[in-house]
């Protein structure tokens, strides 16, 4: 996700210079290296709702997968292979048919159609894709702590639900975060297709403001909150030896530390 943040910095660095006619084929360059970089980025958006989704299940359908939650190293190579895969083949698929020219201000895709196909059909996607998977993340999440409440009390409980509510709030901060970074830049280019004028000044104001940089800002201060929770969870030994007081809770807690050490690693 580092990754994906940086290309989308130089792409803005990029911007001023991409149509000047003495750096041949920089346009076209850079409006590929845009598409790349911003899809893979919402891709990651949801990848992490993806893991939430899949440790609440191995937690209320297979212990033992769950027990090796933090053995996810193939795990790892089938998200990246499938993220940079996805992205790599729609922007390569639109340099292919030489779908990269000029736009307004910057350079990227040439046709509205491709822009409904290969952006904003993709891009909302993946947004109500994790939309479901929050859906039921949320069940599954009520699930295992009614399982949990009839193996504990106490102190271990509290703090094994203060994790459940932790993991499924990080979840639907990246839908949030999502949804108030592309929302604007995702009206205004619809208003445009259908009435062929310019958007009214507020939705310019919230593009200028927000728009897909606010996707950046916002997942600054989430990495900073899940560095700390990660840092809590290694760190607070009273709690781990209270939560290894249950056998079945012990492996939850492994688990919950190994999850936002995932969603960590992705970032």
């Not at 076209?28 to 919402?42: D, G, I, K, N, Y």
């Not at 790892?76 to 779908?99: E, K, R």
């Not at 639907?172 to 975060?177: A, M, P, T, V």
Request: hydrophobic share 50%; net charge positive.
């Amino acid at each position: 996700m580092v990754v994906t943040e940086f290309v989308v910095c130089l792409n803005y660095i990029i911007m001023p210079f991409d149509n000047a006619a003495s750096v041949p084929g920089l346009c076209h360059f850079h409006a590929f290296l845009m598409q790349w970089s911003e899809l893979a980025e919402v891709s990651w958006n949801l990848v992490v709702n993806c893991i939430i989704f899949h440790f609440f299940y191995c937690a209320t359908h297979d212990l033992r997968q769950l027990q090796n939650f933090n053995n996810s190293r193939k795990r790892d190579i089938i998200i990246h292979s499938c993220v940079w895969g996805f992205a790599t083949l729609d922007a390569g698929i639109l340099w292919a048919l030489a779908q990269y020219d000029a736009d307004v201000v910057w350079c990227w895709i040439a046709g509205d159609i491709y822009r409904l196909t290969f952006w904003y059909i993709p891009l909302w996607s993946m947004w109500f894709t994790s939309i479901l998977l929050f859906i039921g993340t949320t069940f599954l999440s009520k699930k295992l702590t009614k399982e949990t409440k009839n193996i504990t009390t106490g102190d271990s409980l509290k703090q094994t639900l203060i994790q459940f509510k932790i993991i499924r709030v990080t979840g639907l901060y990246f839908i949030l975060s999502f949804l108030f970074a592309w929302i604007a830049p995702t009206a205004n280019r619809f208003i445009h297709i259908i009435t062929q004028q310019s958007s009214p000044f507020d939705i310019w104001l919230w593009h200028i403001i927000a728009g897909e940089r606010a996707d950046g800002y916002t997942k600054f201060f989430l990495y900073l909150w899940i560095v700390f929770i990660v840092y809590k969870n290694v760190n607070d030994n009273k709690v781990r030896r209270r939560i290894q007081t249950a056998p079945t809770l012990s492996n939850h807690s492994d688990s919950l530390s190994s999850i936002n050490l995932s969603m960590t690693q992705i970032s």
